[in-house]
């Protein structure tokens, strides 16, 4: 029904960059928020950031707070993640959430990417 297709994961050295994007497609009729996780082994799924579609602001976790940055382009049903600075501790696997609509159901439902693995280590 609807998809979300990640990438961008990868290896990097501590402090380096790495941009991570994810596309959703299928049957949208409007995307109310999109956002991403991660999840470290042994951990819980967390949220990274988050940008309502209707607003150009967004949320970060206090721990990525000056280092990542969320991004959408609303006509791609794209949401990008940059991240700088990359510690260890930001090591996980990262994960793609939109709020959506379809054109079939009536209440929105929430779709998860598949996950791309992150490692930052030198």
């Known amino acids: 029904q609807v998809q979300l297709e990640e990438s961008g994961g990868g290896m990097v050295q501590p402090g380096g960059s790495l941009s991570l994007s994810c596309a959703a497609s299928?049957?949208?009729?409007?995307?109310?928020?999109m956002a991403w996780y991660r999840q470290a082994p042994g951990k819980q799924r967390e949220l990274v950031a988050a940008?309502?579609?209707?607003?150009?602001?967004?949320n970060y976790a206090d721990s990525v707070k000056g280092r990542f940055t969320i991004s959408r382009d609303s006509a791609k049903n794209t949401v990008y993640l940059q991240m700088n600075d990359l510690k260890p501790e930001d090591t996980a696997v990262y994960y793609c959430?939109?709020?959506?609509?379809?054109?079939?159901?009536?209440?929105?439902?929430?779709?998860w990417g598949q996950g791309t693995q992150v490692t930052v280590s030198s």
């Open positions: 959430n939109a709020l959506i609509m379809t054109t079939i159901s009536s209440q929105p439902k929430n779709y």
């Open positions: 299928g049957s949208i009729f409007r995307i109310n928020v």
């Open positions: 940008t309502p579609t209707r607003l150009s602001v967004a």
